[in-house]
């Protein structure tokens, strides 16, 4: 499996969702169910890589002010959310998470999440499904990625004081505080 396999996979569910995340993973666990064994630990390894690279804090900011917050847990399930919009979309955010403004579903209400456990381990649950074993004789052989510092930002920008991380969103995040400032 290449990158763009990855991201095509991504992409194909996407499209086929209709925005919907729970159809979107639906389709791409089925996807995935057809992979070979070894496609769907490159498939994982390609998720993690992008998931670890993703660990930024500005990005972590963007999560912050679209959900209300954003605890660790939550910035694993934003990054997850992210990665699922594809990879146009996942590499703008990269760059500029701002420009996730630009993707947010019209039609998203106040308690929309902008998040996605689900496909942090939709390639696991493939591979049970596929080959009968558990779980973990596939992340055995899964690829671990380090974060690279000087990606990491200042992780402490972003507090458990969400009055004191919001006066910071205006100016740091224009388009995205327009639609969820406080």
């Known amino acids: 499996m290449t990158a763009n396999e990855f991201w095509n996979i991504i992409e ?5 969702s209709d925005g919907d995340q729970d159809t979107q993973m639906e389709t791409l666990e089925t996807a995935l169910e057809e992979l070979e064994p070894a496609d769907l630990i490159e498939f994982q390894n390609f998720f993690n890589e992008a998931h670890t690279n993703s660990y930024r804090a500005n990005l972590w900011g963007a999560g912050f002010l679209m959900n ?5 847990d939550g910035f694993d399930y934003f990054r997850g959310w992210v990665i699922a919009q594809g990879r146009s979309v996942f590499e703008a955010a990269l760059e500029n998470p701002d420009s ?3 993707v947010i579903p019209e039609d998203a209400e106040a308690d929309f999440e902008f998040e996605n456990e689900d496909i942090l381990n939709l ?9 009968g ?12 990625y380090r ?3 000087d990606k990491l930002g200042d992780l402490e920008l972003w507090s458990t004081d ?5 006066q910071k ?3 740091i995040y224009p388009k995205l505080w327009a639609k969820f400032g406080w």
């Not at 390639?123 to 080959?131: H, I, L, S, V, Y």
């Open 12 to 16: 194909t569910a996407h499209q086929h």
């Open 68 to 72: 209300g917050g954003c605890s660790d």
């Open 100 to 102: 996730l403004a630009d």
């Open 123 to 131: 390639a696991g649950r493939a591979w049970e499904a596929k080959t």
């Open 133 to 144: 074993l558990e779980s973990e004789e596939f992340y055995a052989q899964v690829k671990t």
């Open 147 to 149: 974060y690279e510092q």
């Open 162 to 166: 969400g009055d004191a991380d919001a």
């Open 169 to 171: 969103c205006p100016a």
